[in-house]
């Protein structure tokens, strides 16, 4: 395969769990002892609007209506609109949502489940992250990533207010079920294709959306067309409706590709329509006869796209052209029917989707008019657009990352995209997420192997800062497969090692040393002196967390040494973090000292300052200060510790170092004043919905005298 090369040559270690990798931490740090109130968490409003086209269910809204007015007082309405594709589950759910958005004034909800995406549906914990960011968490700290804890954090924000969850897509009640709400002030709505019946014993009502009557659909197709266009032939449009199956996606194709051919008879779109015998593709066909020939082409093409909705940027690159020409043709498709509008994404812009049935039309005039090639090229030169921009996010948001090679199949055609600063490029990486999995798996069919092992690397960022540790797991076990086939041992290294790392978050310790120490030997063969540093490191931190503090020490000695002979003063550093809380441990006090002073310092000289790993080593400092019995200086700088935290921001070490506040209130036999410090880092990790932490402190709590 042919393939351009970038080289971006960093030094760069991984994070381990008590210190944290690559992050980029701009700006001076403000210490205040006085924390602002935070600011008011966001209403969402994110249903889409209602077209002035909108015809007809008033019955169906009726029906719903009582689904509302039968729930029990004690259980959320569950309502479950079903029906073939093109029924118009989804306007209908929209449509019945604004007319109650008075009564769930906590905010509407809108997630899409994608059982009929590429790429199959969406899996539960990255729903339930994306409804807790939408209700204003994760911003200043990690959403928990085991699903349990999701669900609980869910909970506990639904019981605080009413509010309204529209569910798109549904595959399974599996889906569906970790998302309800437990108390009876919310309303969930979903729509699925076919009937969920594990979901009849959480009180689900299904309402099947039947076919339009006759005069729902000619109301459609006159609204569409105006009245002195629908009455040139009221029969010809009947035999049109019939040919849609009166189903509202076919008669808006049908209807929007008249509108735009004025003069076309409407008993020869009759009878082209009833030549054919799938409703959509029929519709389908006919509103492509009527496209432009760079907007026919353009269609044709952007079905090679392997993701679950579609963007003016990834669709500029996948069909070669300007994002601004992509932009007008998705808009006009959109026009046409032959796209749904999204809504707008942060970080994308306008969004889209191409229903299945389209789709595969969209596929099969491909293959006829352009080759199967065409295709390819179009996927790929996707394929490279993904991997250039988060290639691009990782560089400013990661410089301590280390920098591999990349490999594109063709040049950029469309203008990239750029990013203002750090908040754009982790927007833009984390609302491209659920695009990863179908992107390899197309990759892997193409035998582009390079590709899949190299956007789980330049999506690094993501999995550090956002800590999506169940993708975060899938993805290395897929990019590590994928740098064996490429026979890349440098990718096998890093690939072993990021691995290693979101396995020690999940406390599958045993699991993160098989691939440390497979990174070990690869680098040892290699002679690869940053890899042996990195990695020896890597097996310490993984002892560390695993509380095998005696056989964790000679690994954090070694990679101290290793670092220092390299001059990579901040590896070095977050091995002497970790070392000095050994040391504190074993009441070595003056090489705790000595060792966490030397690293916050260095991490704090270095040329991108690492703030948020020099204040754990302050915090760490204040631990050991109060080991030692030294009272007032362990305060002192706990204290500036937490404003540290507060100020970056990391929520959930401002939590912590809350609570070593309460233990060195404890050595000082302050207990009162302990108890109000864990009653207060209680609260911060309930907020956080860190269930380990709430649980842990909880018993300390009742375990009190």
């Not at 790429?119 to 200043?140: F, K, S, V």
């Not at 041992?489 to 993160?512: C, F, I, K, N, V």
Request: glycine share 6%; charged share 25%.
């Amino acid at each position: 395969m042919s393939g351009d090369h970038t080289h971006n040559r960093m030094s760069g270690s991984t994070v381990h769990g008590a210190a944290v990798q690559a992050g980029r931490i701009d700006g001076g740090v403000h210490i205040h002892h006085v924390a602002s109130e935070p600011p008011a968490r966001p209403v969402p409003r994110q249903l889409r609007p209602v077209p002035a086209t909108w015809t007809d269910r008033d019955q169906s809204i009726a029906d719903l209506g009582q689904v509302v007015a039968a729930s029990p007082d004690f259980a959320s309405p569950l309502a479950v609109i079903t029906g073939p594709g093109g029924a118009g589950k989804r306007a209908l759910a929209h449509r019945w949502a604004h007319t109650l958005t008075g009564s769930y004034p906590g905010g509407q909800l809108v997630t899409d489940l994608r059982a009929t995406a590429p790429g199959g549906a969406a899996p539960t914990t990255e729903t339930l992250r994306t409804l807790l960011r939408a209700l204003g968490h994760g911003t200043d700290a990690h959403l928990p990533w085991q699903q349990d804890e999701l669900e609980a954090m869910l909970r506990s924000e639904a019981a605080g207010r009413r509010l309204l969850l529209v569910l798109e897509d549904a595959a399974t009640a599996d889906q569906v079920t970790p998302l309800l709400p437990a108390g009876p002030d919310c309303l969930v709505i979903v729509t699925s294709r076919t009937a969920l019946p594990g979901l009849t014993a959480h009180g689900a009502v299904h309402h099947h959306l039947a076919p339009f009557a006759p005069q729902a659909s000619r109301a459609l197709l006159t609204r569409i067309l105006g009245p002195e266009r629908a009455g040139e032939d009221p029969d010809a449009l009947d035999r049109i409706a019939d040919a849609c199956g009166h189903l509202p996606r076919p008669l808006a194709l049908a209807a929007a590709d008249l509108a735009h051919t004025p003069r076309r008879p409407l008993p020869a779109a009759a009878r082209a329509a009833a030549d054919r015998t799938d409703r959509t593709v029929t519709a389908a066909a006919t509103a492509y006869g009527a496209l432009p020939d760079g907007a026919a082409r353009f269609y044709r093409l952007i079905a090679a796209v392997p993701a679950p909705d579609l963007d003016a940027s990834a669709t500029a690159a996948a069909t070669r052209i300007s994002t601004g020409e992509a932009r007008a043709h998705l808009r006009l498709l959109a026009d046409r029917a032959l796209l749904e509008r999204a809504g707008d994404v942060p970080g994308r812009g306008e969004v889209y989707r191409m229903p299945p049935e389209i789709r595969r039309h969209a596929r099969q005039t491909a293959a006829a008019a352009d080759g199967p090639a065409a295709a390819d090229t179009a996927t790929l030169s996707y394929l490279d657009h993904l991997l250039r921009t988060a290639t691009r996010a990782e560089r400013l948001l990661a410089p301590h990352h280390r920098e591999l090679p990349r490999t594109y199949h063709h040049p950029p055609a469309a203008e990239e995209v750029e990013f203002a600063d750090p908040d754009a490029a982790r927007t833009w990486l984390r609302a491209h997420l659920p695009a990863l999995q179908p992107a390899k798996d197309t990759a892997r069919r193409l035998r582009a192997h390079a590709f899949r092992w190299q956007i789980t690397h330049a999506f690094w960022p993501l999995w550090q800062l956002d800590r999506p540790i169940d993708a975060w797991i899938v993805h290395h076990e897929d990019g590590s497969e994928a740098a064996r086939r490429c026979a890349d041992p440098q990718a096998q290294r890093e690939m072993a090692s990021s691995l290693a790392l979101g396995l020690t978050y999940a406390q599958r310790y045993d699991d993160a040393l098989e691939q440390y120490r497979l990174a070990l030997a690869l680098a040892q063969t290699a002679g690869d002196s940053e890899g042996i540093a990195q990695y020896t490191a890597g097996l310490g931190a993984v002892l560390h967390d695993a509380g095998r503090l005696v056989l964790a020490a000679p690994y954090l000695d070694a990679a101290i040494d290793l670092y220092d002979e390299l001059g990579h003063p901040r590896g070095a550093a977050l091995a002497r973090t970790m070392a000095g809380s050994i040391a504190a441990t074993r009441r070595d006090f003056t090489t705790a000292h000595q060792l966490l002073d030397r690293a916050r310092r260095d991490l704090l000289a270095l040329p991108h300052p690492d703030r948020r790993n020099a204040a754990r080593a302050l915090a760490r400092s204040g631990e050991t200060h109060s080991l030692q019995g030294d009272h007032d200086q362990a305060q002192h700088l706990l204290f500036q510790a937490r404003d540290e935290f507060t100020t970056i921001p990391d929520a959930h070490w401002a939590a912590r170092a809350t609570e070593y506040l309460g233990q060195a209130d404890d050595r000082a036999g302050h207990h009162d004043q302990a108890t109000a410090r864990y009653r207060d880092s209680l609260d911060q990790y309930e907020a956080l919905g860190s269930t380990r932490d709430v649980d842990r402190l909880r018993h300390h709590l009742r375990a009190r005298p």
